[in-house]
């Protein structure tokens, strides 16, 4: 028996559809019994083979019944991997909350160990050669212990708290309901500078007396009197205190005032040469200064 091509099978089942009654699909079958043979197998197979519409549709269920195993699976896993990121999140937010409080521990204990107090001397009582002296301590503080006055007002409530009640009523101007009205520390500190530092206290008596005289003179001011007095409040206070027994030195004119003050100072310069020309070196060994007597 030669071999059946596929198109002769078609042609065959072709035929087949197109017969009416038992007779036709007999004598069909006599003139061609191979073709129809085969025709006839051919649909059997195509009926109960694997490519069936019925196995496909059973193939198809399978898949989908195996997409649905694999996407429940997906689904838990999707789950699992949300749960982990909800706990990882918490983890987050309390490694944060954590950080968060490290800052705010770290910053009370920086806080509480404030620098070592400086010492910036005693209470300024007004004398004009300790000035620059006291001025200098205030400021080395209020540089070194800058957490100790953290705004212009502590400073300037500080430096007020270093001068004695009489430096401190100059400045009862400034102060309202316990507040000091200066616009900033340099402010107050010039204020203070003003007020009682001494420009002239490098000067040779004589300069200072002859500048006195010059600018007195300048704007015509004729109250010897009173210039007088103005020169007592400003001299140094080593001369204040050496005129101790000067007793009379303040019932005298201008001039005879001036005299006295002149020689006084004379006598005050020597003797403090003197002090340091027998002044005994602490890393020598003993010396035996002869003097006159």
Known sequence: MSEITYEEVIDVLSDLAKIANVTQFLNGVQMNPELVFEA???LAQQSFGKGTAA???????KKILEKEQQLL???KKLEAAQEGL???EKSSVTIAVLGKLVDVLDRLQITNQK???IHSGGVFNGDKNLFPFWKEGILL????????FPTDQSKMTYVYSMLDQDCQSHLHGFIKDGVTHFESLDKMMNELTILFDDPSRNKPFSSWIAE??????????????ELRNIIFLNISLELQQALIYERDIYSLDFNEAVARLQDVNNRLQTFSRNMVRYRIPKNSN???YKTQI
């Open 212 to 225: 006195i005289r010059r600018d007195a003179a300048i704007v015509e001011y004729e109250n010897s009197r």
């Open 86 to 88: 909800k706990d990882l």
């Open 286 to 288: 003993k010396i035996i």
């Open 73 to 75: 699976i997906s689904s």
């Open 55 to 61: 196995s496909r549709l059973e193939n198809a269920y």
């Open 40 to 42: 006839v197998k051919t």
């Open 141 to 148: 503080k209020l540089k070194s212990n800058t957490d100790h």
């Open 115 to 117: 620098s070592a107090a």
